[in-house]
């Protein structure tokens, strides 16, 4: 039902537009906000200046040729980092591209004064009344305030199936680009043009507004730190080469600084973040900032609604349980007369089991001689009147047991021993009374989602506790609960409940989630470290939010927790990678400097490379091109498994760091043997 | 087995005995329980606390802590700098030893107040009785002040969201006279019974066999050696240390005093675990030390019993060892474990050459110098062990895909930039100053400081920064080092690597105390377990290996293959 947006990592109109954008990105003031990278950029040009130096007739710096390699490879290594972020933003520019599509200038029927006046949707501000009809698109995010209609949102969501949009309640928001297919409605303009979600996530995939989140800076810094720790090393090495004196010619510097320094996730980074808020926006979650998605990685509870998100849709009635002394067939009879004008999913699952059962409506059963008694939040029960007079009503335990005990009537104990039986199994039970006489209950089952329990158990492993919130009595939200595998769960639960439990779970420090549509949700949404609206939502709920789920998928909140951990996790295997890269580069520079000075010092050649020229040189090359070997894995991200933190700890070790001492030895081995057929 | 090797190995396993017990009162004392000195020592505490109006109850936060500390010493310095360039017309000179110059002065305060105690002077000339007991003083405060910061520390990891972590002035009177003070008494009586000096009486003459007379140096020494090793000091009462025979008699006091070395360090990890009942964190902390420690020290031990390859080739037996430069009463083995715990330690003391250890083993107690957080120095060795640590936890947490925490506190950019200011210290100092000292060699060969060429020489000049970066104090001699140069740089290195790398762990420990307390889920990166353990120390090696390569594969390892 998720529509596929797959496109190849390496898309031919994306690269060249990532080619371009490599060079643009030399600018200096453009590169400083890398410090690796601009620092290999500085070196670049000091190799230049070498160059330069060579060709006026300096004499002690080695041949032209060999500086000219050094001068193109570092040239290369930067053009490298910068062509993974820049296809790391054409993919997210291409993503948000295609949903920018659908919100091209569209007419827009106006309604002012009373008259309706078609004008380009850009026109629209916020406030505006627009009128839209069956084949209208809708020219603007808003909310119906009159109407209802069926409308395709596969270009935003990429489900096929229409949904129903209704002016009230929580279904009311309608997205621009969207197409009504039925009926007509009247929809008020909610956001200023260019300030919608889509554009500002558009504007978030590009680099211009794209602040470095808390941990990226945190990562920034351990890195330059590390590239400060090589700049001492290697200007100590002039000192240290004099006293040893060993001529050290300015390209083993620089290649020395170069190959030490983190260049692997220093060129990596700013890919890494992009194609996080990339692939957020794959799943068709919109965040409202790169923060949002890092923190949902440390997510420690999840706020989730039972229905929908748990069970599927509503509750179904299961069973008919008449009191003593009450005939069952009589009883059945009751029901469905009371259910007939009950147009909710329960009501109508009530008809269709007495249905089955045989039950007909009786013939003298005519609609003229009744009153329906709507279903209303103050007496929580709905039935109805019959021309005899006869008053059949249905509802919660608690409302019809203050009808009986109003009449006076007592409530029977088998019938009370039944609520309790239905509850525990996690059922509903729907008492029902005829002239204020209880005379029976209904069992309503709840129907948990398939493979719901795999998901709970997967984030359970994260470390992450569910919490379902219900409105049912604890009874049946325990047996759901447990059934479905949540942690824990809020019964009977008003809107402030949900409030008060994000609170509390936040003074314990922990990270809270939850998802949520409506109005009443929007301070909770506010409230939570990650509130994920759902597109079909209230506007109230999407400004309020920080992510917004175009799919109003309610377990789309796992997969925004493991996109968060994925990016935390690529950004520290790379970074592990790169250092341990150091190892053998040092390996490879170390005796090259030296072979004239200390010949001792070939014993630590243990690669065997064929001369200090091919060695520093297969060194640079190595360091440049792992940069786009990783470029897939950095906008893939590196896979997230729930198997615990110290055994994910332990893997990645293993993977990244002592792959990451190995990797280069091979690399550097196999790239001096071709290189040293140039030489 | 070798009874070498029977000796080093029960020194080893004394001391972590000893280190376990002595943990748990440590840890007792820190959080201010009832121990069994209390009716003894509590009027003397309250006696300081009275004269110097300090209220011990009145807690500090991190800021206030570090204050004191630095107001400790301020005022320790400048009283140490009168009296060393005062001492000769001061009493307790029965040798009429000289005042000394500024700059050497300068150097032994900082040196002394540092916990260095690197010397530029040699006891028995160099210092009246006066001075030793003030440089004895000193090495009672500088112990203290660490122990007192890691106190600071030890509280900031609590599990909870706090400002305020005790009081400074309380810790570091409670780890001189309840920590220190004890074990120091204790391990003087056994030197005392041992044959080493203490009396205030002047020179000592004797008649030779061959009839010259000799004057023999005495003075308040066994008290001086005690709190030295203790205290991770390392500044003898004599030039050459313990391995003199008046500071070192014999082999079992060469065991007491190798176990004060380490004993502390050990016994504060150990005191970590118990005190904020997480043994297993303890456990990881020690065994990652451990496992640095055995990686220096087992080689340093084969290389030196081996004996040296170039004698052997001039047909000189080698079966005994490496003997040049050591004690025949000690052995290849004592001496080769005495080099590598005293470098580890940060106390310095010696009882061989380290100048004649065979070039590879010349570069292991460089390396635990370089790491300096292998046990390390009382208190501070622990501070130096949380930067790593810190570090561990910022990549580690993000190979799991959370934010990284530690001990339940995310660890953000704030704690990142001191941690990795800190640990850029120390190479910095080390290297920076090394290359510039190679530099003016380079450009004046014919300076005095430096009486060996080449690559030993250059190890020489690498040996005497890292050692006074670590605050180690032991040198490699061969160095002209009682002159301007040396003791005007290593002071200013000494002083910066002291106190930087205490400001900075208290600093990123109370921003930590400060932030919400996160409780452990089972996505939560834990940092007692055997996975973090290997990360830590992966950590120290590369970050190590590649700060100090290009350095040590210029000295030692050039030395070691041009062999």
């Known amino acids: 039902m998720k529509r596929q947006r797959k496109t190849p990592l390496f898309q031919r109109d994306l690269v060249n537009e990532a080619l371009k954008q490599s060079f643009i990105k030399l600018n200096p003031k453009i590169l400083f906000r890398n410090p690796v990278m601009f620092t290999v950029e500085v070196g670049t040009v000091v190799m230049l200046a070498v160059c330069i130096w060579i060709l006026m007739g300096e004499r002690d710096q080695g041949s032209l040729a060999y500086n000219l390699s050094i001068f193109f490879i570092l040239l290369i290594t930067v053009l490298f980092a910068n062509f993974a972020e820049a296809l790391a933003e054409a993919r997210g520019k291409a993503q948000a591209d295609s949903l920018r599509k659908t919100r091209e200038e569209t007419p827009a029927k106006l309604l002012a004064n009373g008259t309706v006046k078609t004008i380009s949707s850009s026109q629209l501000t916020k406030g505006n009344i627009f009128i839209c009809e069956a084949g209208d698109i809708i020219p603007s995010d808003g909310e119906i305030i009159e109407g209802i209609a069926t409308i395709d949102e596969s270009a935003i969501t990429g489900e096929s199936a229409p949904v129903i949009r209704e002016s009230g309640g929580d279904k009311s928001s309608v997205t621009g680009g969207t197409k009504v297919l039925s009926d007509k409605i009247k929809v008020v303009v909610t956001t200023q043009p260019g300030e919608s979600f889509l554009d500002k996530m558009i504007a978030l995939v590009e680099n211009a507004s794209r602040q470095k989140t808390p941990n990226e800076i945190s990562l920034t810094i351990l890195l330059s730190g590390f590239t400060l720790i090589f700049i001492i090393v290697c200007a100590t090495l002039q000192p240290f080469s004099l006293y040893a004196k060993t001529h050290i010619p300015v390209s083993a510097y620089v290649s020395l600084f170069v190959c030490l320094i983190p260049t692997t996730i220093g060129g990596l980074l700013s890919a890494i973040g992009i194609a996080g808020m990339d692939r957020a926006l794959r799943a068709n979650v919109i965040a409202k900032s790169g923060k949002s998605v890092e923190t949902a990685g440390d997510l420690d509870t999840i706020l989730l609604d039972k229905t929908g998100t748990i069970t599927i849709g509503n509750r179904k009635a299961t069973g008919f349980y008449p009191a003593n002394g009450v005939n069952e067939s009589a009883f059945i009879q009751n029901c469905l007369i009371a259910s007939l004008a009950d147009e909710t999913p329960e009501g109508k699952s009530i008809v269709e089991l007495a249905n089955q059962k045989g039950t007909t409506i009786p013939v003298d059963f005519s609609k003229e001689k009744i009153t329906l008694i709507k279903f209303t939040a103050e007496t929580r029960s709905s039935g109805i009147n019959l021309s005899d007079g006869t008053r059949i009503r249905k509802g919660a335990f608690d409302a019809i047991k203050k009808i009986a005990a109003d009449a006076g009537n007592s409530f029977p104990k088998e019938t009370e021993d039944r609520l309790k039986e239905i509850s525990s199994n996690g059922g509903t039970p729907l008492v029902v009374s005829e002239n204020e006489r209880i005379i029976g209950v209904i069992e309503l089952q709840d129907i948990i989602k398939p493979g719901i329990q795999e998901r709970f158990q997967r984030l359970r492993k994260m470390g992450v506790k569910t919490v379902m919130v219900t409105g049912d009595n604890p009874l049946t939200a325990k047996y759901i609960a447990e059934k479905a595998g949540v942690d824990d769960f809020i019964a009977e639960a008003k809107p402030e409940d949900k409030m008060i439990y994000i609170r509390k779970e936040q003074q314990g420090g922990k990270l809270v989630a939850m998802m949520g549509d409506g109005t009443n949700d929007a301070p909770a949404l506010a409230q939570a470290d990650v509130g994920v609206a759902m597109n079909s939502g209230t506007a109230a709920a999407k400004e309020a939010g920080n992510m917004v789920d175009l799919d109003n998928d309610p377990t789309k909140l796992i997969e925004v927790v493991e996109i968060g951990k994925q990016l935390l996790m690529t950004r520290g295997t790379l970074t592990t990678f790169s250092i341990a890269n150091d190892v053998a580069k040092y390996f490879a520079i170390v005796p090259a400097l030296f072979i004239t000075s200390i010949p001792a010092l070939q014993s630590l050649n243990i690669m065997n490379l064929s001369n200090p020229q091919t060695a520093i040189l297969s060194a640079v090359i190595f360091n440049a091109i792992i940069i786009p070997l990783l470029i897939p894995l950095a906008l893939k991200g590196v896979a997230y498994r729930p198997i615990g933190a110290s055994k994910l700890l332990r893997r990645n070790l293993l993977v990244y760091g002592l792959g990451g001492v190995a990797v280069p030895f091979v690399g550097i081995k196999l790239i001096d043997l071709i290189v040293s057929l140039f030489v | ?563």
Request: net charge neutral; with cysteine; proline share 5%.
């Open chain 2, 1 to 563: 087995m070798n009874t070498e090797i029977i000796g080093v190995i029960s020194i080893y396993v004394l001391t972590l005995a000893l280190a376990y017990l002595l943990g748990k009162y440590i840890a007792k004392v820190f959080s201010g329980e009832k121990t069994f000195l209390d009716p003894v020592l509590n009027p003397l505490d309250n006696l300081f606390f009275r004269i110097s109006k300090i209220d011990p109850l009145s807690e500090m936060d991190w800021k206030e802590s570090l204050v004191a500390l630095l107001t400790v010493n301020i005022v320790w310095f400048l009283f140490g700098m009168l009296v060393m360039m005062n001492m000769g017309w001061l009493p307790l000179n029965p040798d009429e030893n000289p005042s000394m110059p500024a700059d050497q002065a300068f150097n032994t305060v900082v040196s002394f107040v540092s916990n260095t105690n690197l010397q530029h002077y040699s006891g028995e000339t160099g210092v009246s009785y006066l001075g030793q007991l003030i440089l004895q003083l000193f090495q009672f405060i500088s112990a203290g002040a660490g122990m007192a910061a890691a106190a600071v520390v030890f509280n900031a990891m609590k599990e909870r969201t706090a400002d305020k972590l005790g009081n400074f002035y309380n810790y570091f009177i409670k780890s001189c006279t309840r920590i220190l003070l004890p074990l120091s008494f204790i391990v003087a009586i056994i030197l005392m019974f041992n044959g080493t000096p203490m009396t205030f009486l002047g020179k000592d003459q004797v008649i030779t066999m061959q009839g010259d007379t000799m004057n023999v140096s005495r003075g308040p020494a066994a008290a001086m050696v005690a709190i030295k090793q203790l205290g991770t000091n390392g500044g003898g009462f004599y030039g050459a240390n313990s391995s003199v025979p008046f500071e070192n008699p014999n082999y079992f006091t060469n065991m007491i005093e190798n176990i004060s070395i380490d004993l502390i360090p050990i016994a504060l990890v150990f005191a970590l675990g118990f005190y904020l009942r997480r043994k297993k964190l303890a456990w990881m902390i020690f065994g990652v030390m451990t496992a640095g420690y055995l990686c220096l020290l087992i080689p340093t031990l084969s290389l030196e019993m081996g004996g040296n390859p170039m004698i052997a080739k001039m047909g000189i037996d080698q079966s005994s060892g490496s003997m040049e430069g050591k004690e025949i009463r000690f052995g290849p083995a004592a001496s080769a474990f005495w080099a590598i715990t005293t470098t580890v330690t940060s106390n310095g003391s010696v009882n061989s050459m380290h100048d004649s250890l065979t070039p590879l083993s010349g570069m292991f107690p460089m390396l635990g110098m370089q790491i300096n957080a292998l046990y390390g120095g009382v208190g501070v060795g622990f501070l130096n062990f949380y930067i790593f640590i810190i570090i561990a936890v910022f990549i580690a947490g993000l190979m799991v895909g959370r934010t990284p925490e530690f001990l339940g506190k995310k660890v953000e950019a704030k704690e990142m930039k001191i941690a990795m200011i800190i640990f850029l210290l120390h190479p910095l100092l080390i290297l920076v100053f090394t290359g510039l000292a190679s530099y003016i060699i380079h450009l004046h060969p014919e300076y005095p400081w430096l009486n060996n060429p080449g690559y030993h020489g250059f190890s020489e000049m690498l040996y005497e920064y890292t050692s006074s970066s670590a605050n180690n104090g032991s040198g490699f001699e061969g160095l002209g080092d009682n002159t301007p140069w040396w003791n005007v740089t290593c002071g200013i290195v000494m002083l910066i690597a002291r106190f930087l790398p205490i400001i900075g762990p208290v600093a990123i420990a109370g921003i930590l105390a400060k932030k919400k307390y996160i409780p452990e889920s089972s996505g939560t990166l834990r940092t007692d377990t055997a996975s973090f353990g290997i990360m830590v120390f992966a950590v120290i090696v590369i970050l190590v290996a590649l700060s100090f390569f290009t350095a040590l594969a210029l000295g030692p390892l050039a030395e070691y293959l041009s062999m």
